[in-house]
């Protein structure tokens, strides 16, 4: 199992959220706890961002992510 780690903006944005929409807010980290136990089950963004995942929240919220394997 991986652990979870927010940076930044990221960290911000979602004390916004959490105020503005908390069903949201809710819904980011049940799908962030399902990315723990098994991040190689989503996609993987096309050449620019290759390194990066992608996860759909909701209809119209993408999270985009990384894996650090080394850790």
Same mark, same amino acid.
């Given at each position: 199992? &991986? ?6 903006? @990221?960290?911000? !944005?979602? *004390? +916004?959220?959490?105020? +503005?929409? %908390?069903? @949201?807010? !809710? ?6 706890? !399902? ?5 190689? %089950? &989503?996609?993987? @963004? ?5 390194? &990066?995942? *992608?996860? %759909?929240?909701? =209809? ?5 992510? =990384?894996?650090? !394997?080394?850790?």
């Amino acid at each position: 199992m &991986y652990k979870l780690l927010i940076k930044g903006k @990221l960290l911000k !944005e979602l *004390r +916004k959220l959490n105020k +503005k929409n %908390h069903v @949201l807010f !809710e819904a980011v980290f049940k799908k962030a706890d !399902e990315m723990c136990i098994n991040p190689q %089950h &989503y996609k993987n @963004l096309n050449y620019p961002l290759n390194k &990066y995942k *992608r996860v %759909h929240i909701d =209809s119209n919220f993408v999270l985009c992510f =990384s894996v650090d !394997e080394k850790e």
